[in-house]
């Protein structure tokens, strides 16, 4: 699915939004299914989901003056990326990558079995989740107000000074790089089940059945998640402090 731009620039450096903004699935199943006896039926079946969103990446920002020092030192920036520039009292230029990804492991095996009057049938969900965000923030990030082309530089008003005179001049007001983590969580889901449709007369059946979910606690794949605060551990500079 795209998106689109509003500051009417598309499929162009300085795109800013989320054109072009893709997002696809991938899913694949197998199942398997064994009939031992006319009364007794075996399923089970794997499958594997990914979910992922990928917006506009690509652009060497040496090509608009920048160092290439300058380049190599943009934190979490897998291939050259425009950047990201605010003016005040205009639409900005640029967007900085993020990309989502979701993979699901599922595996469900269950029985059923023909007694009588009783349909009875039961099995387990198991599922394990991974989910990545690669999220960079502003990791190269500009914003250039009208202070520095004002009638009065010491004085504010509305009605004099321009952005992006301002930035022409190489005053812009304010930059920022982030440098931010790109997590895995991991998840584990299992649900134990069984069901019974008895089939009392011919006018009354019962649908009867019990589902155990168990949602196990997620961690993060390098151990870089906190959870909770533990008030009676030791901070880990504690001996370093001179208290003297």
Same mark, same amino acid.
């Given at each position: 699915?795209?998106?689109?731009?509003?500051n009417g620039i598309f499929r162009s450096p300085g795109t800013q939004g989320w054109y072009p903004h893709v997002r696809w699935n991938t899913a694949e199943? &197998?199942? #398997?299914?064994? *009939?031992p006896s006319p009364t007794f039926i075996f399923n089970a079946r794997l499958s594997y989901q990914l979910d992922a969103a990928n917006p506009n990446d690509g652009f060497d920002i040496t090509t608009l003056g920048f160092p290439a020092s300058v380049a190599r030192?943009? $934190? +979490?920036?897998? /291939? $050259? !990326?425009f950047g990201l520039y605010n003016f005040d009292s205009y639409i900005g230029m640029g967007r900085t990558p993020a /990309?989502? +990804?979701? !993979?699901?492991?599922?595996?469900?095996? !269950?029985v059923t079995k023909v007694q009588g009057s009783h349909f009875i049938k039961g099995g387990v969900d198991m599922r394990w989740i991974q989910l990545s965000r690669q999220i960079t923030g502003n990791n190269f990030m500009f914003r250039s107000g009208r202070q520095f082309t004002q009638r009065d530089f010491a004085l504010g008003d509305a &009605?004099?000074?321009n952005s992006i005179a301002s930035w022409l001049m190489g005053a812009p007001t304010s930059g920022g790089i982030s440098n931010n983590l790109f997590p895995t =969580? &991991?998840?584990? =889901?299992?649900? $134990? #089940?069984? /069901?019974?449709? #008895?089939?009392? *007369?011919s006018r009354l059946t019962l649908n009867l059945g019990l589902r155990w979910d168990f949602n196990i606690s997620a961690n993060e794949r390098y151990d870089r998640m906190n959870r909770g605060f533990n008030a009676a551990s030791t901070n880990s500079i504690d001996g370093l402090i001179d208290r003297a």
């Open positions: 699915m795209y998106g689109g731009s509003y199943v &197998l199942d #398997w299914i064994s *009939t030192q943009i $934190p +979490n920036a897998k /291939q $050259p !990326n /990309q989502t +990804n979701t !993979n699901t492991f599922a595996f469900h095996p !269950n &009605l004099s000074g =969580y &991991l998840y584990k =889901y299992f649900a $134990p #089940w069984v /069901q019974d449709d #008895w089939r009392v *007369t």
